[in-house]
C-alpha cells in the first residue's frame, strides 16, 4: 500500500484528520488548501491552526494551493469540502487525467444536499452528474461518528464506507482503517447520505433545546431523549421515502451513532449553533434561511444542518411527510416562530 498515491480535496477538519491518518500510515499524501496560509501552517508548522490545532500532521502529508496538484496522479481522492462549495470544486478538477479516464478512485465525506435542477440532490448523484459515467455506482461515500477532533487525538471511531460497488467500499474501508480507526462497508448509499445530512438538522434543534435546559425547568434530559428519539424517526422515514434500502442503516452507526455524537458532543458545529440561537441570538442578524445560508461564512464555523434544512423541507413536501422537528428547525431559522417557543411546537 505504501507506493499508493493520496489525495484530498479540502484541508478543513475532517480533510486534515483523514490526512493525519494516511501520514501515520505513512502514504504518499498532498492535501489542498483553500488558502496560502492554511498550506503553510501544514507544511512548516505541521499543523492546520485554524481547523485542527493542536493536532500534529505527519511529515508525509505536503499542501498545496494548487487543486489540479493535488488531484494529479493520484490513486485514491478524498472529496472534503462543504456542501455549499462542492460543485465549484469538483468543476476544477474534471480535467485532471486520471479522473477523466477514471482511474482514481474517489470517496467523499461531505454531508448535506445539494441544489439540482429537479430540486434537491444527494452529494454522490450530484457528483456523478459532473463526473465522467465510469463513476456512477462507483463512488464511496464515508460517515459516522466522528469529529475531526477525536480523530486527530486518536480516539478510537468508527466509520461506514458506503457503495453500490462493495469492492471500491471494501478499498476504502482497509485504505482508512487504522490502529483507532475502524471502517465497516454498506451498500445503503441513500440511507447512509440521508443520515449524513438530516442528523445536523436534528443537532440544531438538540442544540436548541440543551440551551433551554439550562432556564427552563420542564426540560430535562428526558426531554432530549425525546427529542433525541423522534429526530431519528424523521431521519428513518425521510430516508425510506428517497429510496433507503436497509433499515438496519438507520440503527446503525451511520445512524444513530453518528447522531448521538453530533448531538451530544461540545465539538459539534451544529449543537454549537442551535445552543447560539438561544443564548447568541445569532439568527437575529439574518431576514430568513435564505440570507442566513448566503452569508453563513460570517458565523466563524458551518452549521451544515442550516443548508440540510431547507432541502429536507422541500424533500419532505415533495413526498408528502410529516416532519414538525425538521420543518420547526426550518421556521426558526426563516424567523416565523421564536425559538424559546419551540417547546409548546414540539409537544404539539
Known amino acids: 500500500m505504501s507506493e499508493k498515491k493520496i489525495g484530498i480535496i479540502g484541508a478543513g477538519a475532517f480533510g486534515t484528520a483523514i490526512a493525519k491518518i494516511m501520514g501515520q500510515k505513512n502514504l504518499d499524501t498532498t492535501i489542498w488548501s483553500f488558502t496560502e496560509k492554511g498550506a503553510q501552517d501544514i507544511n512548516e508548522?505541521?499543523?492546520?491552526?485554524?481547523?485542527?490545532?493542536?493536532?500534529?500532521i505527519p511529515p508525509s502529508i505536503r499542501a498545496t494551493t494548487d487543486i489540479i496538484e493535488a488531484a494529479t496522479g493520484k490513486d485514491y481522492l478524498f472529496l472534503?469540502?462543504?456542501?455549499l462549495f462542492l460543485v465549484d470544486t469538483i468543476k476544477k478538477i474534471l480535467t485532471v487525467p486520471?479522473?477523466?479516464?477514471?482511474?482514481?478512485?474517489?470517496?467523499?465525506?461531505?454531508?448535506?444536499?445539494?441544489?439540482?435542477?429537479?430540486?434537491?440532490?444527494?452529494?454522490?448523484?450530484?457528483?456523478?452528474?459532473y463526473l465522467p459515467g465510469f463513476y456512477k455506482g462507483n463512488l464511496v461515500y464515508i460517515s459516522g461518528p466522528s469529529h475531526a477532533e477525536e480523530i486527530g487525538a486518536g480516539k478510537i471511531t468508527g466509520l461506514i464506507s458506503a457503495s453500490s460497488n462493495p469492492r471500491n467500499s471494501i478499498e476504502f474501508r482497509e485504505l482508512?482503517?487504522?490502529?483507532?480507526?475502524?471502517?465497516?462497508?454498506?451498500?445503503?448509499?441513500?440511507?447512509?447520505q440521508t443520515c449524513a445530512a438530516v442528523k445536523n438538522v436534528v443537532a440544531i434543534a438538540f442544540g436548541i433545546l440543551d440551551a433551554l435546559k439550562e432556564t427552563t425547568a420542564i426540560v430535562g434530559d428526558n426531554t432530549e431523549s425525546f427529542l433525541f428519539a423522534a429526530g431519528l424517526n424523521e431521519i428513518q422515514l425521510l430516508g425510506k421515502s428517497l429510496g433507503s434500502t436497509h433499515p438496519e442503516t438507520f440503527t446503525s452507526i451511520a445512524g444513530v451513532g453518528d447522531l448521538d455524537v453530533t448531538c451530544r458532543s461540545p465539538f459539534g458545529r451544529n449543537r454549537r449553533f442551535g445552543r447560539d440561537i438561544i443564548l447568541k441570538r445569532i439568527h437575529?442578524?439574518?431576514?430568513?434561511i435564505d440570507d442566513l445560508i448566503d452569508h453563513i461564512a460570517d458565523i466563524g464555523y458551518l452549521p451544515e444542518g442550516a443548508v440540510a434544512a431547507r432541502y429536507a423541507v422541500l424533500l419532505g413536501e415533495k413526498h408528502n411527510l410529516k416532519l414538525p422537528i425538521i420543518q420547526l428547525v426550518y421556521d426558526i431559522l426563516n424567523r416565523k416562530i421564536k425559538p424559546?417557543?419551540?417547546i409548546d411546537l414540539f409537544l404539539n
Request: aromatic share 6%; charged share 20%.
Open 45 to 56: 508548522r505541521r499543523e492546520n491552526c485554524e481547523f485542527l490545532p493542536g493536532v500534529t
Open 98 to 129: 486520471n479522473i477523466l479516464e477514471g482511474e482514481t478512485m474517489i470517496a467523499t465525506i461531505t454531508k448535506g444536499f445539494v441544489h439540482g435542477k429537479n430540486g434537491p440532490q444527494f452529494i454522490l448523484e450530484t457528483l456523478e452528474n
Open 176 to 192: 482508512m482503517s487504522s490502529a483507532n480507526t475502524r471502517l465497516f462497508s454498506s451498500l445503503d448509499v441513500v440511507g447512509v
Open 284 to 288: 437575529e442578524q439574518y431576514e430568513g
Open 340 to 342: 424559546e417557543n419551540a
Open 80 to 83: 472534503a469540502t462543504p456542501s
